[in-house]
């Protein structure tokens, strides 16, 4: 007896519960539901429930971030900021979560969910830590974007011990954790164009995001260039970044994130390890640089180089099969033919999949197959690519404005001078492409700087056209707002 034949004649009468019998009907319309509007739903009726908890992968996505219960309030959670009696500073600062995660176990629901979604809540690393080991979750991609009360470096040891080399075979569950960056704005929700299915290809993202909407801000790494997180002005300064390096190497074909290593030649992981004159490239930098350190998480995505339209190391391109011959007894994840060694070549792409658990759907650029194997068809043009770099690896040789930058190749540095005969003299004495004229603008390229700076007809000033308002192409913003009688003097700043 089907499913259907079991039901109620109710549902022949009821139009909501007839379309929502149907369980890929069910299954699309979910996601876009707060989990406590499904479980209300479930309460409507015992039709509705029984639909609710016998249709399989409905609870296979949780998203916590709007549940009112889940929203941590200091003020209530300890009296004077201390913990009371016995609690300890994980109960105070999880205590919501957990207690939301013991009621879902007691539904017989949490051993269900393979996306969870935190981002903004209070997550300690100590939950992080039960939800990689217990084995009574079964998550399998996690978001703690933007979180609150964590310890980074608790975490991190966290994730190194879950990929250690003696780790149990299967383990970690978690495949993919989504940490760097941002939290999205707001819930989706449908547009008249309809809700993307999971197809073989991943096709256009079709839900806003409150005014920040998902199809006018450009995908992150394969569209949008520059800068990826909030690394200059943000709550992670460059030196913070340092620690996450060594993490992403441990959990390199374990778990994957929404960062990825860069691939510069000047670290040890790299394509270009070794073709590029490293002493050329440190004797022609800043002075007041720090070294480069042998790993470094890529902060910035970049197009062809300005001069060879390319990278010592590469494009990394979607789909691509790694340089290196795979290892012929290599496990495959279960998930989407999923290899272990793409992990941690391509990012997570935001926000976590809506209608799939795949680690591919995760990473899967819009518009390219999810099987990766198909894009090798795909002409130069229609490849999802880019080039991830570190903040260090093109320092001086990266413009802020229109996201131009030279290699290594073509370009050594601002301070190149000769040490050896190696090296063109001519090469070696270039002057320097990417200057700071602006303090507000950065390093900018000669075309931008170009475009920006202005010299007042007036007073013989400096001025920035895109900083300075109030300011036109012939005078600046003081001279444009006080007229000829209010000219100012350039010795005076």
Same mark, same amino acid.
């Given at each position: ?202 096709? &256009?993202?079709?839900?806003? /995001? !409150?005014? @920040?909407? #998902? ?5 992150? =790494?394969?569209?949008?260039?520059? *800068? ?72 910035? &995505?970049?197009?062809?180089? /300005? !001069?060879? @339209?390319? #990278? ?5 391109? =979607?789909?691509?099969?790694?340089? *290196? ?89 601002? =301070? ?78």
């Amino acid at each position: 007896m089907t499913q259907s034949a079991s039901l109620s004649t109710e549902i022949r009468h009821n139009a909501l519960l007839q379309l929502l019998a149907n369980s890929l009907v069910l299954n699309h319309t979910t996601p876009y539901l707060t989990s406590y509007d499904v479980l209300n739903l479930a309460a409507t009726s015992r039709t509705f429930r029984y639909i609710v908890y016998s249709t399989p992968h409905i609870f296979s996505r949780l998203d916590l971030t709007t549940v009112r219960k889940a929203q941590y309030i200091e003020e209530k959670s300890s009296r004077g900021g201390e913990p009371e009696g016995e609690q300890t500073e994980d109960d105070v600062y999880s205590g919501q979560l957990r207690r939301i995660f013991t009621s879902l176990r007691c539904l017989d629901i949490l051993r269900h969910v393979q996306v969870l979604c935190l981002d903004g809540l209070s997550v300690t690393s100590e939950l992080v830590h039960e939800i990689l080991t217990d084995p009574t979750y079964s998550v399998k991609i996690l978001s703690i974007r933007d979180v609150v009360n964590m310890n980074e470096g608790k975490l991190r040891a966290a994730l190194q011990y879950a990929c250690r080399p003696s780790r149990p075979e299967g383990t970690p569950r978690l495949k993919g954790l989504y940490v760097f960056g941002p939290k999205d704005s707001a819930r989706p929700y449908l547009t008249s164009s309809g809700a993307s299915t999971p197809t073989s290809t991943c096709s &256009s993202i079709s839900w806003h /995001a !409150g005014t @920040g909407a #998902a199809d006018q801000e450009p995908e992150a =790494w394969y569209t949008k260039r520059g *800068a990826q997180f909030p690394v200059l002005g943000g709550s992670r300064t460059i030196s913070e970044w340092a620690p996450w390096a060594s993490t992403l190497m441990a959990c390199y074909s374990s778990i994957a994130f929404d960062a990825i290593l860069c691939t510069g030649p000047r670290h040890i992981n790299s394509r270009a390890w070794g073709t590029v004159n490293i002493e050329a490239l440190n004797a022609a930098k800043n002075p007041a640089s720090a070294d480069v350190p042998i790993h470094a998480v890529a902060t910035h &995505s970049l197009g062809g180089c /300005a !001069g060879c @339209g390319s #990278a010592p190391e590469g494009w990394t391109i =979607w789909g691509e099969e790694p340089p *290196a011959e795979r290892d012929p007894h290599e496990r495959r994840a279960s998930e989407g033919g999923t290899m272990t060694s793409d992990i941690g070549r391509f990012p997570l792409l935001a926000p976590p999949p809506l209608h799939s658990v795949s680690l591919k759907a995760a990473m899967c650029p819009t518009g390219q197959s999810v099987y990766t194997r198909l894009s090798q068809f795909r002409s130069k043009d229609e490849q999802a690519r880019f080039i991830p770099r570190c903040y260090d690896c093109i320092r001086d040789r990266y413009c802020t404005g229109c996201n131009k930058w030279w290699c290594e190749t073509c370009y050594v540095g601002p =301070w190149a001078s000769v040490h050896d005969g190696e090296a063109s003299r001519a090469k070696m004495t270039d002057a320097a492409r990417i200057t700071k004229s602006c303090w507000e603008c950065g390093m900018n390229c000669r075309d931008c700087i170009n475009d920006t700076q202005r010299i007042c007809a007036r007073c013989g000033g400096g001025y920035c056209l895109s900083h300075n308002e109030g300011s036109n192409h012939t005078t600046c913003d003081w001279c444009s707002a006080r007229g000829r009688a209010g000219v100012r003097h350039p010795e005076l700043y």
